[in-house]
Nanobody, 117 residues
């Protein structure tokens, strides 16, 4: 059974930092591309950051220079370090595991990030 579980969300003041974690089980983690998405109220889900199985990263323009995605294949985990947070970063953040060859696409339940003073 595949499980994708996010943690680390919370309330933070503008300019602050948070580190999100995502643990995946039931898959050969090292083969999967991993991504962080977010969805704010009334908006569509959007890709924030992604990292390939080979460690290549990509970011949405809105978070470049502020967010960093990383992965630890020994722990079956992916992380999102978020710095210089802004109120517009407020959203539910979702972790995604994707392996196109198998058509495998798994999602976590999401973790709330609120940036407010």
């Amino acid at each position: 059974q595949v499980q994708v579980v996010e943690s680390g969300g919370g309330l933070v003041q503008p300019g602050g930092s948070l580190r999100l974690s995502c643990a995946a089980s039931g898959i050969i983690f090292s083969l999967y591309a991993m991504g962080w998405y977010r969805q704010a109220p009334g908006k569509q889900r959007e890709l924030v950051a992604a990292i390939t199985s080979g460690g290549i990263t990509s970011y949405a323009d809105s978070v470049k220079g502020r967010f960093t995605i990383s992965r630890d294949n020994t722990k079956n985990a992916v992380f999102l370090q978020m710095n210089s947070l802004k109120p517009e970063d407020t959203a539910v953040y979702y972790c995604n595991a994707y392996f196109g060859t198998l058509g495998a696409d798994y999602w976590g339940q999401g973790t709330q990030v609120t940036v407010s003073s």
